[in-house]
C-alpha cells in the first residue's frame, strides 16, 4: 500500500508542493493589506502627555523632537521660558503648537528639524526666491486689456497703486501702449503668471445702469394731486447711511423728504418716493402734458458703469456786462450759469438692487440783485435704495416765476400820443413745482 502522506513517494511530493504554492499565494494576496496596516500604524504616532513648568524653551523643543526622532538645530535667537500641560497630543501638534505661540516656524531640510523665528524663514525664502530671479530667464509678454483701464493696472504692477509693492521681479519691467490698451511686461515666467492671475480678476466686463431722467415743471396744486393719486403705487426709498438703511426723512419728520438749505424768501423740501409702476407714470404724464397741466423741460438718459459717477445739468446761462480791465475801459460781456443740477453715482448691489448716490443742485436768479446776477443755490445729498427698474420721485424743488404783458387795443393802442389809453401791462406770479423722476436700469455690459 502507497501511503499518500509520504514525502517520499512522488504523490506526496506533488501533494506538498500544492500545498506549499497555495500557502505562498495566501501570502501574497495578504501582503499588501498588511503593510497598508503598518503604514497606518506608523504614521498614526502615539499622543504624549506631559507638563512643562518653567522649562527652558529650547530644552522643551529638543524634548519634543526625540519624540519624533528627529534632530534639531535650532536658530540663536531661539529662547524663553515655558510652562504649559500637554495631555494626550500627538508631539508633532504640540510642537507646532508652541513654535506658533511663540512666532518661530520649523522646516525639515537635510535630515534636520530647523527651527527660527517665522521672520527668518520668510528673508531666507525671499532671498532664495531673488537669487533664483536673478538667473532665471526673463522672457517679453503682451499683455491686452478688454476692459479695464491700462494706466490703472500698469500703476498696479508696478506698485504705485498699492501700498503691497510692485508685482515685478528687480530684473523686471512694464510699460503700456494707450492706443491699443495693452501691457507690455518683460520679467520671469512666475511674475508673468502673476500678472495674468491678477487680470483674470480684473480685467473683467463690468456691468453698467442707464440713468433715464424726466424733470417735468407743474403748478403745485397738480403736485399734490399727483402725490395723491400715486401714494398706492409708491413706497418710500430706503435711504443708507454709513452701512446702516433707514426710511428718508427729515428727522423731526420721518417719511416726509429731506429737508435742503433754503432760501430766504421761501422754504424748499425735496420730498422722495418710489413709483413702481412705470406704465402708469407715462400714461399720467403725457396726459398732464395734452391738458398743458404740466410741461416735460428735459428727458435725459445717461448710461455709465457700476459705481462710476454721472451728471445731468440743465439750466441757462444769464449773460451781464462787466468792467474790462486795463487802462482802455470798456466792458466784456461775462455769463453767469444757473442750473438745475442731478450727480449720480449708482451701486449695483450683490442681489440686484441700486445704491444711488445722489446730488441735487438748484439755481435761480435772485430778484434785485443788481448789474452782476446773484445765484441763490440749494442743494441736496442723499443715498438711496431702489429696485431694479423703480422711478425715484423727488418733488418739493420750486420755482417762482414774474410775467409782465402789455395788453393793447388793435389800431388805437398804436395811435401816437393818444395811444397809452388803449393800452395796460398786466403783471402775474406764478409758482411751479419741478418734479424729477430718476429710473436706473441694469442693462448687459
Known amino acids: 500500500m502507497i501511503m499518500a502522506g509520504s514525502a517520499g513517494c512522488p504523490l506526496g511530493r506533488l501533494v506538498a508542493k500544492a500545498l506549499v504554492a497555495k500557502a505562498l499565494a495566501a501570502m501574497l494576496i495578504l501582503l499588501p493589506a498588511v503593510i497598508a496596516a503598518s503604514a497606518a500604524a506608523d504614521d498614526k504616532a502615539p499622543s504624549i502627555s506631559v507638563e512643562f513648568n518653567d522649562m527652558d ?13 528627529q534632530e534639531v538645530v535650532m536658530d540663536e535667537s531661539v529662547s524663553g521660558r515655558l510652562t504649559l500641560n500637554i495631555d494626550s497630543v500627538e508631539p508633532l501638534r ?13 522646516r525639515f531640510q537635510g535630515g534636520f528639524l530647523h527651527v527660527a523665528p517665522a ?36 500703476a498696479l504692477v508696478t506698485g504705485e ?36 492671475a491678477l487680470l483674470r480678476q480684473l480685467d473683467v466686463p463690468v456691468r453698467q ?23 398706492a403705487f409708491s413706497g418710500n426709498p430706503q435711504q443708507t447711511d454709513g452701512g446702516r438703511e433707514q426710511r428718508a426723512g427729515t428727522g423731526a419728520a420721518p417719511g416726509n423728504g429731506l429737508t435742503v438749505l433754503a432760501d430766504h424768501r421761501q422754504s424748499s423740501t425735496v420730498a422722495a418716493s418710489v413709483l413702481r409702476r412705470r406704465l402708469l407714470l407715462e400714461l399720467e404724464l403725457s396726459a398732464l402734458e395734452n391738458s398743458g397741466q404740466a410741461e416735460l423741460i428735459a428727458r435725459p438718459r445717461v448710461t455709465t458703469q457700476d459705481n462710476v459717477p454721472a451728471s445731468i445739468r440743465s439750466g441757462v446761462r444769464i449773460p451781464y456786462q462787466a468792467q474790462a480791465g486795463g487802462t482802455a475801459g470798456g466792458s466784456i460781456t461775462e455769463f453767469v450759469d444757473a442750473v438745475l443740477s442731478l450727480d449720480v453715482t449708482p451701486l449695483i448691489t450683490p442681489d440686484g438692487r441700486i445704491i444711488m448716490q445722489l446730488g441735487i443742485r438748484q439755481d435761480s436768479v435772485a430778484s434785485g440783485s443788481g448789474d452782476v446776477p446773484a445765484i441763490n443755490t440749494n442743494t441736496v ?33 398804436d395811435v401816437p400820443g393818444l395811444g397809452w389809453l388803449f393800452r395796460r401791462t398786466q403783471q402775474a406770479a406764478r409758482r411751479t413745482e419741478l418734479l424729477i423722476f430718476i429710473t436706473p436700469q441694469i442693462v448687459s455690459p
Open 57 to 69: 524653551l529650547r530644552a522643551a523643543i529638543r524634548l519634543l523632537a526625540n519624540e519624533l526622532g
Open 94 to 106: 504640540a510642537l507646532e503648537g508652541i513654535l506658533l505661540s511663540r512666532d518661530l516656524d520649523m
Open 209 to 231: 445702469v442707464l440713468i433715464e431722467t424726466r424733470i417735468v415743471s407743474a403748478s403745485t396744486e397738480i403736485g399734490r394731486q399727483l402725490g395723491t393719486r400715486w401714494g
Open 381 to 413: 445729498t442723499t443715498q438711496v435704495l431702489v429696485d431694479n427698474g423703480d422711478t425715484l420721485v423727488l418733488g418739493g424743488i420750486f420755482r417762482d416765476e414774474q410775467t409782465r404783458e402789455e395788453v393793447r387795443t388793435p389800431i388805437l393802442g
Open 161 to 196: 497703486a498699492d501700498a503691497a509693492g510692485s508685482l515685478l521681479s528687480d530684473r523686471g519691467s512694464a510699460s503700456m501702449d494707450a492706443r491699443t490698451n495693452t501691457l507690455i511686461m518683460r520679467d520671469t515666467e512666475a511674475r508673468l503668471d502673476d500678472v495674468r
Open 119 to 154: 521672520a527668518v524663514f520668510v528673508a531666507r525664502d525671499g532671498e532664495a526666491q531673488r537669487l533664483q530671479e536673478a538667473t532665471a530667464a526673463l522672457s517679453t509678454a503682451y499683455l491686452q486689456i478688454n476692459y479695464a483701464d491700462v494706466e490703472v493696472i500698469l
